[in-house]
């Protein structure tokens, strides 16, 4: 199972930018996915999850109502949307995949993509 994260990058505090995190898994609908960041010298969070039919969505407190995610299970790819976005939101941003049902700890994820780094500059 591979993963790739992309679209991350440099924004000002108060905008938007819309990470993706394509998948080579063929049943997709297998899985659960989650967006995990993390900052410099901090351990990594949970940021944001999705069942497998994209029904139900599981948020960070510190994100919630500013970030949005989404899956295309047709195109294998899901996506958050971050909007409203703090100098705080600076990290390492990862996707992750898991069978079944959705968790918000990182050690229950099988899968992982290398990452994408997005920057909030005050």
């Known amino acids: 199972v591979q993963l790739q994260a992309f679209g991350g990058g440099l924004v000002q505090a108060g905008g938007s930018l819309r990470l993706s995190c394509a998948t080579s898994v063929g049943t997709v609908s297998l899985y659960v996915m989650g967006w995990f960041r993390q900052a410099p010298g901090k351990e990594r969070e949970f940021v944001a999850a999705i069942n497998r039919n994209g029904g139900t969505t599981y948020y960070a407190d510190s994100v919630k109502g500013r970030f949005t995610i989404t899956r295309d299970n047709a195109k294998n790819t899901v996506y958050m949307q971050m909007n409203s976005l703090k100098p705080e939101d600076t990290a390492v941003y990862y996707c992750?995949?898991?069978?079944?049902?959705?968790?918000?700890?990182?050690?229950?994820?099988?899968?992982w993509g290398q990452g994408t780094e997005l920057t909030v500059s005050s």
């Open positions: 992750a995949a898991r069978p079944f049902v959705a968790t918000m700890q990182g050690k229950d994820y099988n899968y």
